[in-house]
Every structure is written in C-alpha cells, then in structure tokens.
C-alpha cells in the first residue's frame, strides 16, 4: 500500500473553476512536495512545504500535519495547467532520496 | 530555471544492446537520484548518489548501473537491454539540507524491442 494517496486520480474542469486535488499520507514527514509533470515532460517543483501555507501565483498549498493532509489549490484555472500533479513526501533531509510519490493526479482543464 | 539534462530524450533500441542514459546539471548539487517510472504509475528511486565516487542503489531493484565520476555528470547504464527496461527514467539533483528544492531532468523514454 502506498503511503502517498492522492485523490482525485483524475479531474476534468471548466477553464475558470477553482481546483482542489488532496493528499494524505500515512508516516510522519519532514516534508511535503507537490509536483507539476506535463505531458512526455519532466518535472517541476512547485512547492515544498512542513507547515501551514505557501502561495505562488494562482497556486495555493496548505498542510495540516496533526491530520498528515495537504491540499493543491488552483484559482481562475487554465488549459495550461492541465497535468499530472504529484505529492510526495520526505522522511529524512528535505532530498530527492527520503521521498515517497504518490501517483499523481492527472487534471484537464477544457476551454 | 533547472540546469539539469537529460540525454536521449527518446530512444528506441533492441534487446541485448547497451545503453547510457546521460543526466548533467550545472548547479554544482552534490545529491543526484535516477528514477523509474512507467505510465500511469509513480516515481520510484533506483539509484542515487551523495557525492563524487558515492552511488548507492534505491528502493526499486533495478539492473541499471551508474557512476559519479564528476559532481555535475551521473550516467546511467544498461548493460543488455530487456524490454521490461521499457520506461521513462527520471534524474534529478538538490543540494544539502532539509530546505532545498528538487530539481528534475526531462526525462528519457526508454523503449526496448
């Protein structure tokens, strides 16, 4: 069972809609990352996170570590952000080694 | 910006042939990783490494191998390709310290035939 779940798997949304994917994990963290992955594309951090909120743009992630959650949030959507959105979190340093992905959540945004 | 490269991005070989995936980042990281990932599913680490001469294997048994010969160049080599090698195969770079930023290649798709 993987550690990292992630939900919704998949989202179809309205350009405009206000996105929400989560993310609960079972262990405790050091840290928390939320990834961007386009299509045949690599990856991208958007966020690496151990407490309370950042914001960056019309990207939101919070955290709540008493309930292992975290949440993605996306205002005023667009196509452009349609991909794959992955969590994963660290169990040591906050480095690419300790980390646990979840499978990600694979968001369409249509015109 | 990420400075870190990925080379093929896509490759198509058949069985048995030797292959070196090429993973170079510029940011001066001493901590390197390749992951594996098939469609659909999630990451998994296969070999990471903490510095010049340090390479360690992941948690996903892979028949892959690499080297760290300089900071800035972690390749990774198949010896005799199997079409179970087929995937997409994921390098990524950050520094020390629990605060630091992950940064990933492009990726290379690996197809076996």
């Known amino acids: 069972k993987n550690e990292v779940e992630q939900s919704p798997q998949n989202l179809t949304a309205q350009e405009g809609e206000f996105i929400t994917i989560n993310c609960s994990y079972s262990v405790g963290i050091s840290a928390l990352h939320w990834l961007q992955q386009h299509p045949g594309g690599g990856i991208v951090s958007l966020f690496m996170?151990?407490?309370g909120k950042k914001k960056h743009g019309r990207l939101i992630a919070t955290i709540n570590i008493q309930e292992k959650h975290s949440s993605l949030h996306i205002t005023a959507s667009h196509p452009r952000d349609s991909a794959v959105y992955i969590c994963a979190v660290s169990h040591s340093g906050g480095g690419a080694d300790g980390l646990t992905f979840g499978k990600g959540t694979h968001l369409i945004i249509q015109p | 910006e990420a400075d870190i490269y990925q080379t093929p991005r896509y490759l198509v070989i058949g069985t048995g042939k030797k292959i070196t995936l090429e993973c170079s980042q510029t940011?001066?990281?001493?901590?390197m990783y390749w992951y594996q990932q098939d469609p659909g599913m999630e990451l998994h680490l296969i070999h990471y490494?903490?510095?010049?001469?340090s390479t360690e294997k992941g948690d996903l048994s892979s028949e892959s191998t690499v080297s760290r010969i300089r900071t800035e160049h972690f390749p990774l080599t198949l010896e005799s390709a199997r079409p179970s090698h087929t995937s997409q195969y994921l390098c990524?770079?950050?520094?020390w310290g629990g605060g630091n930023t992950i940064y990933f290649g492009e990726g290379s798709w690996l197809t076996v035939v």
């Open positions: 490494s903490y510095g010049v001469n």
């Open positions: 996170l151990s407490s």
């Open positions: 990524a770079s950050s520094d």
């Open positions: 940011m001066g990281h001493d901590k």
